[in-house]
């Protein structure tokens, strides 16, 4: 269960933002969890929400996108072996 109750000071919040702003997750995850005591896994739900809630008010700030995680992986992948299959079977 994340707990976003635990309210972070500007000053606190401000290099979790720029170190996911980056590309930085596991720096951000560490930074909240130095700053709130929380767990590991909590730290890590909260970083992905805030995540979520700043590429949602500010897109165009993030310097990378967001990954797409397995699926995308398979989706891209599955495209590449059809079409070398495509392209074997042609011949």
């Known amino acids: ?10 000053e606190q919040l ?18 909240y969890r130095a700053a709130t005591g929380t767990g590991l896994a909590e730290a890590k739900g909260a970083i992905e929400a805030l995540e979520v809630r700043w590429r949602v008010e500010t897109p165009t700030e993030f310097s990378k996108p967001a990954k797409t995680g397995c699926l995308g992986f398979l989706l891209l992948g599955g495209a590449g072996v059809s079409g070398v299959l495509h392209l074997a079977l042609s011949r």
């Open 14 to 31: 401000e290099p979790v933002r720029q170190a996911l702003l980056a590309g930085r997750k596991i720096e951000a995850i560490k930074l």
């Open 1 to 10: 269960m994340v707990r976003m109750d635990i309210p972070l000071t500007p």
